[in-house]
């Protein structure tokens, strides 16, 4: 089993950036894919972005493409997401997550952070 704790969330303004992090602990980290995924109180979690256990394949949703960035750092066990051009309507709750097979939908995920909120400002 591996724990998960995200930081780097906060309130920016529109068209501002954040990176959030993600550390591991526990079990190795380098047999999880890994991912990133967001929710608005009262909505359905959306997938945000994932990535493969090297880190050679990325996969985002529509809403993130060309303004995130997913990318891990095996030796630190860390994952990151760089969020550049925000949006209001990328304000959400932030879990960092973990699975054995890479995925794009939040339910491929089995283990997962308490959350970052991110708020963005118009």
């Known amino acids: 089993q591996v724990q998960l704790v995200e930081s780097g969330g906060g309130l920016v303004q529109a068209g501002g950036s954040l990176r959030l992090s993600c550390a591991a602990s526990?079990?190795?980290?380098?047999?999880?894919?890994m991912a990133w995924i967001r929710q608005v109180a009262g909505k359905e979690r959306e997938f945000v972005a994932s990535?493969?256990?090297?880190?050679?394949?990325?996969y985002y949703g529509d809403s993130v493409k060309g303004r995130f960035t997913i990318s891990r750092d095996n030796a630190k066990r860390m994952v990151y997401l760089q969020m550049n051009s925000l949006k209001p309507e990328d304000t959400a709750v932030y879990y960092c997550?973990?699975?054995?097979?890479?995925?794009?939908?939040?339910?491929?995920?089995?283990?997962w952070g308490q959350g970052t909120q991110v708020t963005v400002s118009s």
């Open positions: 997550a973990a699975g054995y097979i890479v995925d794009t939908v939040p339910s491929g995920y089995d283990y």
């Open positions: 990535i493969d256990v090297s880190g050679d394949d990325t």
């Open positions: 526990g079990r190795s980290f380098n047999v999880y894919a």
